[in-house]
């Protein structure tokens, strides 16, 4: 994969997951639209933190589009997220509460394709 359409899958994927970040600033708010119910102050404040990793995560891949440099190992750690988020996703897919998250499985299963065709192909000699 080229460095010109690596930017702009980076850009995209950086963009929609940062989106998944605005949970951290009304949980609540963005859970309901999912179709996830968390009433609980402890799951509030785990699907909380989750956002701001998430956040964390899309910025790093916004980042990864000028750094060449850092690109391969920010891949490697947000590819290990996504796969465990997929993973953990696919083992409970017909669970009627997390109905709501399939479509960030898709898009992270998606990314997970495109970051392994990309670091495959740049692989270190």
Same mark, same amino acid.
């Given at each position: 994969m080229q460095e010109k359409l690596i930017r702009p899958?980076?850009?995209v994927s950086g963009i929609v997951t940062l989106l998944g970040g605005l949970q951290f600033f009304a949980p609540s708010a963005v859970l309901r639209l999912s179709g996830v119910a968390v009433t609980e102050t402890t799951g509030l404040f785990y699907a909380q933190h989750w956002a701001l990793l998430v956040l964390?995560?899309?910025a790093?891949?916004?980042y990864a589009v000028r750094h060449v440099e850092l690109r391969r190992p920010i891949l490697l750690a947000v590819g @290990?997220?996504? !796969?465990g988020l997929v993973g953990m996703l696919l083992m409970q897919w017909?669970?009627?509460a997390l109905q709501g998250l399939h479509p960030a499985a898709a898009f992270d299963?998606?990314?997970l394709v495109l970051y @392994?065709?990309? !670091?495959l192909r740049r692989a270190p000699a």
């Open positions: 899958i980076l850009y964390v995560i899309g790093m891949l916004l @290990a997220e996504k !796969l017909s669970e009627p299963a998606t990314c @392994a065709i990309y !670091l």
